[in-house]
């Protein structure tokens, strides 16, 4: 699993600033908000997160086509927010399949063979990319993953796929009965790893190795996931309030002013 990362790591290194420095604030600014406020801003972050799968599956499929990755990206973002507690399930479970899914599957990650366009730019040095070729090459690299993560899922035996579907559907079904305690841990988690992914962006940008730092000190950094996605769901369920609750203190309004009992005790 650690070579996918390894082989963006190095061909990042050519792409242009942009493409990095824009994705990588953006990830960030996002997985704090998801990582605090996630559930205070429920709708907001899940149709933020749901364009983005939409968007991102859309642009794989049918490559840099900007109208069918706005198109599915503004259907991720409306079934996200018409159905926002069924989101929060798919969310959490999904996140849940692909935790399981690394863990079960990590051996299985071969180191793939690059594709035509990666090889035909091999010979071009070490100059950067442009922005249309910085996209073309990350589609390339996606791809790339894909296909990995589909030859891994070919090798696992029917008691792995037990497993991830076992993990999907618990998670799917607390996810719809626990709406509160689930969608603090699914927010948490998705900006824990947007903070954690954003900043690994940003640290290729500046032209560092952080891959490699973080492998060497793999449990370190385990840990100190496990604490913010802790304390990011503990301080959602306490700081912010339920939907149901916030519905409440709205339909009730301020209190109208009692003027016939404050005439009352004046003209006493």
Known sequence: MIEIVRSFEQEAGRFNP??????????????????????????????????AAGGLAGWLIHGQNPAVAGLAAGGGAVFAVILPRVSTAVLLAALGVVVAFAITAGTHFVEGQRTSSARQDSGRGQERFTVQESLTEMRVLAL?????????????????????????????????????????????????????????????????????????????YGLVLLGMAVFGTLEQIVLCPSPKRRRKAKSAGPRPRQEGSEHGWRDR
Request: glycine share 10%.
């Open 18 to 51: 942009m493409v990095l420095l824009v994705p990588g604030l953006a990830m960030v600014a996002l997985g704090l908000i998801s990582w605090l406020a996630g559930m205070c801003l429920r709708r907001f972050v899940l149709a933020l997160a749901g364009a």
């Open 144 to 220: 790339d993953i894909v296909g990995r993560t589909a030859s891994a899922a070919r090798e696992l035996e029917p008691a792995n796929w037990a497993v991830l579907a076992a993990v999907w559907l618990v998670l799917l079904v607390l996810g719809l009965l626990l709406v509160r305690l689930a969608g603090a841990l699914t927010f948490s988690v998705l900006g824990t790893a947007l903070i954690f992914a954003g900043l690994i962006v940003l640290l290729i940008f500046k032209g560092s190795a952080p891959v490699a730092f973080v492998q060497k000190q793999g449990a370190f």
